[in-house]
C-alpha cells in the first residue's frame, strides 16, 4: 500500500467524522508518512510501519465524544427517499414513545444507582453527628449523677464515632463502582456506533 | 499495567517529550522510543487530547514544501508535570518501603 492508497483508505473509515476532525487525523497521518520516508524509509515500509488501517480508525473513533459520533453519523448518506420519510413520520406515534421511555429508563436507572450512593453518605453523616452527640450526652449524664446511662452512651458515641469512618470507606468504594460503571456503559454504547460504522 | 495509568503517563511523557522546545509528531515518537512503548497512532488521540486540555498549542509551519505541525508546551503544561514529579517522588518513597528488604530489588 502506498501512501495514496492508505489515505485514501483511512479517509473511507472515517467517513462517518465531522469533516474538520476527519481532515485534521488526515492531515496529521500524512504528515508522519512523510517524516517517515524523509527519515529514509520507503514509501511502503512507512505505511506498514504504522500497522493496520482498521486500528488506527477506530483509536480515533473511540476519542471523539459520544455526542459528535451520534451527530455526525445522523447525518444521512444519501437522501432519504419519500416513502421513507412518511413512513418514519406515520410511525412516530411508536417509535418516539418508545424512544423517549427507553432513554427515561436508562436515565432512571443512572439517578437510582447515584441516589444509592447519595443516601449512603447520608447515612454517614447522621453517625456523624451522632457520635459527639453520645459522647456530650454522656458527659451530661455523668455530671448529673448517673454514671450507668454516661458509660452506656459514651459506649454508643465511640461506636458510631468508628462507624463513621467504616461507613465513609464503603460509601466511596460505591461511589467509585458507580462511576466506574456509568463510564463503562458509555463506553460500550460508544463501540457499538463504531462497530456498525465499520461494516 | 492498568490501562488508566497508562494512559497518564503516556500524557506526561509526551508533555516531557515538548518541555525544552517545541517538537513535531515523528520527532515526539522518536524521543520518546527509547523509553515508552508509543507509535504515531498512540500518539495522535494523546496530542489532541492535550491540545483539548490547554496544555499544548500548535502551530503549522513550513518544512521541505509542506506543512508541518509544531507542539509547544504551555504553562499549564509545565505545572502539570511538576505535579506529576511531586507526586511521583511520594509514590516512590512508598515503593522503597514496599520493597524493603526484597533480595531481588537490590541495586
Known amino acids: ?199 | 499495567m492498568d490501562v488508566q495509568l497508562k494512559r497518564g503517563l503516556l500524557d506526561i511523557c509526551v508533555l516531557a517529550a515538548i518541555k525544552d522546545e517545541e517538537s513535531y509528531g515523528y520527532q515526539i515518537v522518536k524521543d520518546m522510543k527509547p523509553y515508552v512503548d508509543i507509535s504515531e497512532s498512540t500518539l495522535y488521540p494523546i496530542l489532541r487530547r492535550l491540545e483539548t486540555a490547554e496544555l499544548l498549542t500548535v502551530r503549522s509551519a513550513e518544512h521541505n514544501g509542506r506543512l508541518r505541525k509544531y507542539y509547544r508546551i504551555t504553562d499549564a503544561g509545565l505545572s502539570r508535570i511538576q505535579a506529576f514529579k511531586e507526586e511521583w517522588r511520594e509514590i516512590m518513597s512508598i515503593y522503597s518501603f514496599v520493597t524493603k528488604g526484597d533480595p531481588e530489588t537490590h541495586g
Do not use: H
Open chain 1, 1 to 199: 500500500m502506498d501512501k495514496k492508497e492508505f489515505l485514501a483508505a483511512l479517509e473511507a473509515r472515517l467517513e462517518s467524522l465531522p469533516e474538520s476532525d476527519k481532515q485534521a487525523s488526515l492531515d496529521y497521518y500524512a504528515e508522519i508518512l512523510d517524516d517517515l520516508i524523509e527519515g529514509g524509509m520507503t514509501e511502503q515500509e512507512a505505511v506498514a510501519s504504522l500497522g493496520s488501517v482498521d486500528a488506527i480508525a477506530q483509536e480515533i473513533l473511540m476519542d471523539i465524544p459520544l455526542p459528535k459520533l451520534i451527530k455526525a453519523k445522523m447525518k444521512p448518506k444519501r437522501r432519504m427517499r419519500a416513502w421513507e420519510i412518511v413512513l418514519i413520520a406515520v410511525g412516530s406515534p411508536v417509535w418516539l414513545p418508545i424512544l423517549i421511555a427507553l432513554f427515561a429508563v436508562a436515565l432512571a436507572v443512572y439517578v437510582t444507582l447515584w441516589a444509592v450512593v447519595l443516601s449512603l453518605y447520608a447515612a454517614d453523616l447522621a453517625f456523624a453527628i451522632s457520635a459527639p452527640a453520645g459522647i456530650i450526652a454522656a458527659i451530661s449524664l455523668f455530671v448529673s449523677g448517673k454514671p450507668t446511662a454516661a458509660l452506656l452512651f459514651l459506649g454508643a458515641g465511640l461506636v458510631l464515632a468508628g462507624l463513621t469512618i467504616l461507613w465513609l470507606l464503603l460509601c466511596n468504594l460505591t461511589a467509585k463502582g458507580v462511576w466506574q460503571l456509568g463510564k463503562l456503559t458509555l463506553r460500550g454504547i460508544k463501540a457499538c456506533f463504531i462497530r456498525k460504522e465499520g461494516k
